[in-house]
């Protein structure tokens, strides 16, 4: 959190954090998640575990569009850098890793595909984004 008053204080309109998965993950999804971070965090974008802005930027951007349901943090990124520095902070956020443990790579990469390639257009609708809207948990093993 301090990494991020520092770089409001410093003139950035915005920014965001890397990640860490909290929990064991599968080898695939280590590999996977570090290219992913590499390509990500390359252009610029936050990620939706940690995202920061002022009131009047939040709000002189629209907030986040209601209108998606995945992708919400790409676009706010993109449209806070507009008014401004974007800064990805030192300090990383931990995230869940349920999703790789619960989803093959098969199924991940199947969905990453299909996102990458319709865009904007799958993101305005449920269809297709089972691996956010199924419903399925993660079962705990005691």
């Not at 995945?70 to 030192?90: N, Q």
Request: some cysteine.
């Amino acid at each position: 959190m301090s990494g991020a008053l520092d770089a409001l204080a410093k003139g950035a309109a915005g920014g965001g954090a890397r990640v860490n998965v909290a929990g064991k993950i599968p080898a695939w999804s280590q590999i996977s998640l570090k290219l992913f971070c590499t390509i990500y965090f390359g252009f610029n974008l936050g990620a939706g575990a940690f995202l920061f802005t002022t009131r009047k930027n939040f709000d002189a951007v629209g907030g986040f569009d209601e209108t998606l349901f995945i992708g919400e943090e790409v676009y706010f990124s993109i449209a806070i850098r507009k008014l401004g520095p974007f800064k990805i902070v030192t300090a990383p956020v931990l995230t869940s890793g349920r999703k790789l443990r619960m989803y093959s790579a098969s199924e991940i990469l199947r969905h990453t595909t299909r996102v990458l390639l319709l865009g904007p257009q799958i993101a305005r609708s449920r269809d297709g984004l089972e691996i956010w809207y199924d419903g399925r948990r993660e079962t705990r093993s005691t």
